[in-house]
């Protein structure tokens, strides 16, 4: 599959506190985006890593990224009510036969920030 | 216009109908996507535009679903004798990237209920 398999499936935590969610994918990348979905409203991307990249910060965002291991965490500091919301990770396989143009997604972390 | 916009949010039908859910992407983008997305999965790969040709439908999953992007804007999604299982948020999706290395702008989505 080339699609990133999150974990946990489920997150709960204070606000205020950290929040870490992880990917594994099973295919060479060429990057890997990371995208949130509040409830009943479509995705918005977040961050995009490259595979030559190791770590990238966005704000309270921080993700890294392990192609050995083929896997990646989205870490977000001193989280927010507001951040509530479902979590996807979408690897973009690399490589020729076309397929370097489509996200796949899996189910998602579901982040619950507790005010 | 400044965002991906699809029409209905909501549509309700009857078993059977046929239905036509509407996507017009963010000015420029060459690139659409079509994703379907059942209540607690993340979303599922349907079909990619790039300009007016499908360059991938292997995620329709089956002759009752069509799309069309005749002008390399607006794409029509269309179901025929719509089934219960069909029921889902649709979800598109444009890039302006065309080797498929950005990210995705997700419209809100078309909630589509068959009775």
């Known amino acids: 599959s080339q699609q990133g398999e999150e974990d946990p499936q489920a997150l709960s935590i204070q606000e205020g506190e950290n929040a870490t969610m992880n990917c594994s994918y099973k295919t060479s990348i060429n990057n890997l985006q990371w995208y949130r979905q509040n409830s009943g409203r479509g995705l918005v991307h977040l961050i995009l890593?490259?595979?030559?990249?190791r770590e990238k910060h966005s704000g309270r965002l921080r993700v890294t990224l392990d192609t050995s291991k083929k896997s990646s965490s989205l870490l977000i500091t001193a989280s927010r009510a507001a951040d509530t919301a479902s979590y996807f990770c979408a690897p973009l396989p690399h490589g020729g036969g076309g397929s370097n143009y489509k996200l796949t997604f899996g189910k998602g972390t579901l982040l619950t920030v507790n005010p | 216009g400044a965002g991906v916009s699809q029409t209905p949010s909501n549509k309700v039908t009857e078993k059977g109908k046929y239905v036509e859910l509407r996507c017009d992407p963010i000015s420029g983008h060459t690139a659409l996507y079509w994703y379907r997305q059942s209540l607690g999965q993340g979303p599922e790969f349907l079909i990619y535009f790039q300009g007016t040709g499908a360059a991938d439908d292997s995620g329709l999953p089956n002759d009752r679903f069509f799309a069309v992007r005749p002008e390399g804007s607006v794409s029509t999604l269309k179901i025929q004798r719509t089934e219960r299982g069909d029921s889902a948020v649709y979800l598109c999706?444009?890039?302006?990237?065309?080797?498929?290395?950005?990210?995705?702008?997700f419209g809100e989505g078309s909630r589509l209920t068959v009775l």
């Open positions: 890593i490259r595979s030559n990249e």
């Open positions: 999706a444009s890039s302006m990237d065309r080797v498929g290395t950005g990210e995705l702008f």
